[in-house]
Each structure stands twice: as C-alpha cells, then as structure tokens.
C-alpha cells in the first residue's frame, strides 16, 4: 500500500497534542496560526524499513524533530492522500510520498545528510514556495513543516543530521501561517 495522508479534525487528541506541541515550541515574536495538521501513515514497506533499523538500533535514542520544507502546491487545501501533487520540487508531496531523500539533502562539507531541527522556528527558515517560473500560488503565505521520528541523530550546530534514510519516519505535517 502506497504512503497516504489523514486531514485530523480540530477536536481530535492527535490534533490538540501536535497543534500545542508545535506551538509551545514555536518560539518567535509572534506566535504561528495553525491551519491545518495532517497525519503521515507511510507505506507498509517504508514502515517496516523502519521498523528493521529501530530494532538493530535498540540502544539509541529515538527523538521527534521538525523538518521545514518547501511546496509546490496547494497545501491550503491539502486534505486527501489523491491532492498530492507529483511536481519534482514540491518537497511537502515528495516527503509525503517516499520521505526525505538523501539525494534531495543539502551537504554540510562532510557530505549530504537530512536535516532536523528541535524546534520549529529552527526549520522555518527552510519552509516556502518552490514554483516554477510563471507558477503563481496562492496559498503562499503558508508554510508546512514535517514532525519525524528519528533515530540516532547527530548533534550538529543547533540542529540534528542524520545520513541514513532508514532512520526516518514522517509522522505529522503541520500547514501554518505567521
Ligand atoms: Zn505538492
């Protein structure tokens, strides 16, 4: 079964803790508008990749960490696993579909690693719109970023890389505004 996505009612526990979590972390002057929080369920094979790599790894640490990305599509009205888009530089879709790819990752000189962050405000600054020349979205103004279950990351900087694509799995994609 392919990756889809659940759009969470307002009045859904998963909503509520995500929606609180991300916006107790937030930390920026002003504090985020959440428009929508959508559940990640990956597919079976993606799951058990992940699954396999938790169990070798049974003595790291698993953390929850934000991931920012950027967009090519309406995510305002992201709602169903069929609005998924399948533009090459819409990240959000691309995540949703095969999580983050290594091939897709920015290097920090030592090599190519996904980025996270622990918090949101940190990943912010890699969300937006990725159109191409002549696209005009009008749901600019929002931005989404991906909270993962990550296993074994490394500190580097103020953020976490991790170079094995294993040790990932999506879980929640917040679409906010600020
Ligand atoms: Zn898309």
Not at 85 to 92: L, P
Request: charged share 15%.
């Amino acid at each position: 079964m392919n990756s889809s996505i659940t759009h969470l009612t307002t009045s859904s526990p998963e909503y509520n803790s995500v929606s609180a979590n991300f916006k107790s972390q937030f930390q920026h002057s002003t504090s985020p508008k959440i428009h929508s929080v959508l559940k990640i369920n990956m597919s079976n094979q993606f799951m058990n990749r992940f699954e396999n790599f938790k169990k070798q790894r049974k003595n790291c640490s698993k953390l929850q960490l934000y991931h920012g990305t950027k967009y090519s599509c309406n995510i305002k009205d992201l709602k169903s696993t069929e609005m998924l888009c399948s533009h090459f530089r819409c990240g959000v879709c691309g995540i949703i579909k095969n999580g983050p790819k290594l091939t897709m990752a920015n290097s920090n000189g030592n090599g190519r690693f996904i980025w996270f962050a622990p918090f949101p405000h940190v990943s912010h600054g890699y969300t937006g719109t990725n159109s191409a020349p002549g696209q005009v979205y009008t749901t600019s103004k929002f931005a989404a970023i991906f909270m993962m279950d990550v296993i074994d990351a490394t500190p580097f900087q103020s953020c976490y890389i991790v170079g094995n694509e294993e040790a990932i799995l999506p879980k929640y994609l917040v679409v906010y505004e600020i």
